[in-house]
């Protein structure tokens, strides 16, 4: 499956995004039908050490026996001991030239929110971005202004054999304007780690 369709559903996950237990919340959404996952343990909250690691481990295993592609957020330590796919960076954390020498050959992906940051780093070094925040969001209190479906389409004719995802504020209802708009796939936090019924907002997205 190419990158591009891996990225379609993608669950971005950390235990204080939880209200209940992260394992079984990433096993609903897996049966929802997510195809990567991003483990994102970040926070005044997070886990820390080897509890970091430990749960790590488990959410590993299970995007492993359900082929679900797995992403860690910014913590280029875990990539080797969580056996990962590859890592995603936002603009204040390693450089994605960095992190191309030092993991060669896993996926790296960056997050932008305009169109200085899509100039700032080494694209060629990139395998996909994580564009947004598309719509108002409460996940990540200092998220950037809002850029709209719009930007989508920009970064998609400037870049078009490049995957993008984006994120920020996409729910059920307005996760199809993002796909319209270009996008390969959205990213969801809230929408489904608070979700009622995992597996149908899942399967909505």
């Not at 925040?133 to 990540?140: D, E, G, Q, S, W």
């Amino acid at each position: 499956m190419e990158l591009s369709q891996q990225l379609r559903k993608y669950l971005i996950m950390g235990t204080e995004n939880c209200s209940r237990n992260a394992v079984d919340i990433l096993r609903e959404a897996i049966k929802g039908g997510i195809t990567a996952f991003q483990y994102r343990e970040k926070g005044d909250d997070s886990l820390r050490g080897y509890e970091k690691l430990e749960l790590g481990m488990k959410l590993r295993k299970i995007c492993s026996n359900n082929n679900v592609l797995f992403i860690v957020n910014d913590d280029p330590d875990l990539v080797a001991p969580l056996k990962a796919d590859g890592i995603h960076v936002g603009q204040s954390d390693r450089k994605v030239d960095l992190l191309r020498a030092e993991f060669p050959d896993k996926i790296i992906g960056l997050s932008v929110s305009d169109d200085e940051e899509l100039t700032k780093q080494s694209l060629e070094e990139v395998d996909y971005l994580g564009a947004g925040p598309i719509f108002p969001t409460v996940t990540k209190r200092d998220a950037n202004p809002v850029t709209g479906t719009k930007w989508i389409r920009s970064i998609k004719e400037s870049y078009p054999d490049l995957p993008l995802v984006g994120i920020g504020g996409i729910t059920e209802e307005n996760a199809h304007q993002v796909i319209e708009a270009g996008a390969d796939g959205v990213a969801v936090v809230s929408a489904v780690t608070q979700a009622a019924n995992v597996e149908k907002a899942v399967r909505n997205l």
